[in-house]
């Protein structure tokens, strides 16, 4: 409600000064040199102000609920609600991941697994759910890319942790949870433990809190994407708003490929909290960085929309974050940027409710609901008797 009523004033005001402000005295110079930016952010109140009337907020629940995302399982399961899961369809899909099965509350996997720390992730969290899970086979994709094409291809089940609308995969909660994310050089064996993630990053949230922050926009990642070079370009040009920089990845063999500059060193994510203003974009899928960012109490610039992991769909654009669309321009980002820099109180808002959600509705203890929830609605779906694959192994 505070939110509204800031920005109710705040678009009067704006409107007012367009109408009658300093600019009525020469109305063409006002057209050609104060409409632009009027006009941008004339559109950006009235975006924050109608996602805040239309938001509706998670339920509260227990400690080990979450209604806030299984809407996500309903609608990734849709698709075989007609006629189930058959064998046919299993076997369809086999080469599109790796084979699990669960027989008699006992977990099994393909002895071959392309990531086994990523495998391990999954497993962590399959294993605690056995005892009430019925039989069950299934294909769990490890990669980052997903694999069922909506429009083309096969349309067996397949579970991977990111996709966009041009995919059926049914989506889970990433290995990264609690091991097995990208391995960087402050994160050797991956990036894991969201539980230790959670605490150690809301700690740093309170060691630099919002008056305290550096007031300009930060970025530090591999250029897995040129989607980030207009950020950079800008942090080169105007450091003073933007502080962007490339750093190495596994596939860096010149500056050529940290866009002509040395690589930047690796920034951990509790350091980062000391930026009022972090930047996301998606990598090869959806980035392991966007939920950890929040929780610095920072205000967080998205970019893009294409690309979602299960619980990006309870999170609203202008209520939690900034959105901002794919590929946009050095021009875009820096009135965006000086927006937020002149309205201080919006952008504190919308970072606390970022944070607020994260921490009550992405808990260890969520993930674990998702699964048990995803592979409970998944187990009612077979429709044949699992009987054990004998060239599998057993795990658990």
């Known amino acids: 409600m505070k ?6 004033l705040l678009i009067q005001g704006l409107l007012a000064l367009d109408s009658e402000g300093q600019c009525s005295a020469n109305r063409a110079e006002c057209t050609s040199k104060s409409s632009p930016y009027q006009k ?5 109140l009235s975006q924050i102000k109608a996602a805040n009337k239309t938001y509706t907020p ?3 629940e227990k400690d080990d609920g979450c209604s806030c995302h299984t809407s996500v399982i309903e609608r990734d399961l849709a698709p075989f609600n007609p006629t189930g899961i058959t064998k046919e369809a299993i076997e369809s899909v086999l080469s599109y991941g790796t084979k699990y099965q ?3 509350h006992t977990l099994y996997r393909q002895k071959a697994c392309m990531f086994p720390s990523r495998c391990s992730g999954i497993e962590h969290f399959i294993k605690p759910l056995l005892k009430e ?17 909506r429009d083309r291809g096969p349309k067996g089940p397949v579970l991977s942790f990111s996709k966009t609308a041009d995919y059926l995969d049914i989506m889970y909660p990433a290995w990264s949870f609690w091991e097995g994310g990208p391995a960087i050089a402050l994160h050797p064996t991956g990036i894991g433990r969201w539980d230790k993630y959670r605490n150690s990053i809301s700690m740093a949230g309170k060691k630099w809190p919002w008056e305290d922050k550096i007031g300009k926009g930060f970025f530090r990642g591999s250029r897995t994407s040129d989607e980030r070079d207009s950020l950079v370009l800008l942090s080169r040009k105007n450091l003073d708003l933007v502080d962007a920089q490339y750093t190495k990845n596994q596939a860096w063999k010149s500056p050529k490929d940290t866009l002509n ?3 930047a060193s690796e920034v951990t994510f509790e350091d980062h909290c000391q930026y009022k203003y972090l930047f996301n974009f998606r990598g090869v899928a959806a980035s392991f960085r966007f939920k950890h960012l929040f929780l610095c109490k920072s205000l967080v ?14 999170m609203k654009p202008w209520v939690h974050y900034v959105p901002i669309k794919s590929y946009p321009t050095e021009q875009e980002l820096e009135s ?3 927006f937020f820099k002149e309205h201080d109180d919006i952008a504190k808002e919308i970072a606390q409710n970022g944070y607020k959600f994260i921490w009550k509705h992405l808990k260890l203890s969520d993930v674990q609901c998702y699964w048990r929830k995803l592979l409970t609605d998944y187990g009612k779906l077979m429709r044949y008797d699992v009987e054990v694959d004998k060239n599998l192994k057993k795990i658990a």
């Open 301 to 314: 610039f998205h970019v893009g929309s294409e690309w979602n992991e299960f619980f990006y769909f309870a």
């Open 58 to 60: 998670c339920p509260k």
């Open 133 to 149: 899970l019925p039989n069950m086979e299934m294909v769990v994709n490890c990669r980052d890319w997903p694999q069922i094409m």
């Open 261 to 263: 500059a040395e690589p």
């Open 40 to 44: 941008d952010a004339n559109s950006i």
């Open 336 to 338: 965006i940027l000086l």
């Open 3 to 8: 939110i509204i009523i800031l920005l109710t």
């Open 102 to 104: 669960i027989v008699d």
